[in-house]
């Protein structure tokens, strides 16, 4: 048995995996069992892979279930490993890249999920937008990174070349324990795609558990591999799972305030698209998430149970606990991230309070 299996999730990838799969399969072959899940594809994936990779597993799941649940069908499939790899299709890894992965969740048991520093494929010297150097959020629910602040994107100069405890790791690269992502829920598969691994590692956090990003290990992603940035479709998943994804984890006492905020916010962004990037589908888009997320929150249990408050010893040396002092007990940052960004023109994570 190998304790890890690193799931690509593909749909209509075949030219992705062609370009990827084979840093994958030659530098995991040691420590790691390969696994393709193909999303219904109705494209020549499934022919290819049997051609060129017939020794490799193949889950073949009967309709397209979207990122979320199309894992969680999988996944339910691999129970013979300690940890689950989620990697994206369009993602090259580098030698030994598990290594540290699988040293770390090791040594803490702590800690339930982890990435490693995520750089862009297509420039090398810089960190890549989904998930660069570990994942934060400040106080009304935007996601940025340790090396990615909104659409500032820094370049690598080794910045953040230490490990980091983080609110969430990218899904795009995501090694989780698969006792404890069953624990947790999986991944909400009603979000399709996108803030669906925020809303898991907010929920391992409000157990207790710890995320970390661990640089020492470095991975390459393309980005856009099934939804390019500038698609309203994105924009929408984009919108509705965030205040979904808010409306279940956050606190009692804060969520009508937080929503009161956001409600101004998110308009003011469909105002932005509309008015200064000549957008009217992306203005839509933004309307019709808010709409979609007030029409089926109630569907979704308010997460009310007492959050678990991770315990302060056995952090990995060298982090810095600055970062981790400036944390509400919840997970989020408190910090006003628009405000910063624009106002006090601070575009990069080091330049925040």
């Known amino acids: 048995m190998k304790r890890i299996a690193v799931v690509i999730l593909n ?3 075949r030219k992705m995996l062609e370009e990827f799969l084979p840093s994958v399969v030659e530098y995991s072959r040691e420590e790691a069992e390969v696994i393709i899940a193909d999303n219904a594809s109705t494209d020549d994936s499934l022919a290819w892979l049997a051609t060129h990779y017939p020794h490799l597993r193949t889950i073949v799941l009967d309709q397209n279930y979207g990122f979320a649940d199309g894992y969680n069908k999988a996944l339910e499939q691999v129970t013979d490993t300690d940890y689950y790899v989620l990697l994206n ?3 090259e890894v580098t030698h030994h890249w598990l290594t540290p992965l699988l040293e770390a969740m090791d040594t803490h048991k702590d800690i339930a999920a982890c990435q490693p520093k995520l750089l862009s494929y297509l420039n090398k010297d810089a960190f890549e937008y989904a998930g660069a150097c570990g994942g934060y ?3 009304y629910g935007y996601p940025y990174c340790r090396g990615r602040v909104f659409d500032t994107v820094e370049d690598d100069n080794g910045q953040y070349d230490h490990a980091q405890e983080i609110l969430w790791a990218t899904g795009a690269c995501l090694m989780i324990r698969r006792e404890y992502y069953w624990k947790a829920g999986g991944l909400d598969g009603r979000f399709f795609a996108h803030n669906e691994e925020i809303d898991l590692c907010w929920r391992l956090h409000n157990m207790g558990k710890k995320i970390y990003c661990l640089p020492e290990s470095t991975v ?3 980005g856009g591999g099934t939804l390019p940035k500038s698609n309203p479709r994105k924009t929408f998943l984009n919108f509705r799972n965030n205040l979904t994804m808010l409306w279940k984890n956050l606190p009692e006492p804060d969520l009508k305030s937080v929503m009161r905020m956001r409600l101004i916010l998110d308009y003011v962004a469909a105002l932005q698209f509309l008015l200064l990037k000549r957008s009217w589908k992306e203005c839509k888009a933004i309307i019709d998430g808010r709409r979609a997320f007030k029409q089926w929150r109630h569907e979704f249990p308010r997460n009310t149970q007492q959050r678990i408050k991770p315990q302060k010893g056995n952090r990995i040396e060298g982090q810095d606990n600055e970062q981790l002092a400036n944390l509400l007990p919840d997970g989020r940052t408190n910090l006003f ?8 023109n601070r575009k990069r994570f080091s330049d925040l309070p």
């Open 11 to 13: 749909w209509n990838g």
């Open 89 to 91: 299709s369009d993602v």
């Open 137 to 139: 959020m400040d106080k």
């Open 220 to 222: 390459y992603h393309l």
């Open 337 to 344: 991230l628009l405000k910063e960004y624009y106002w006090g």
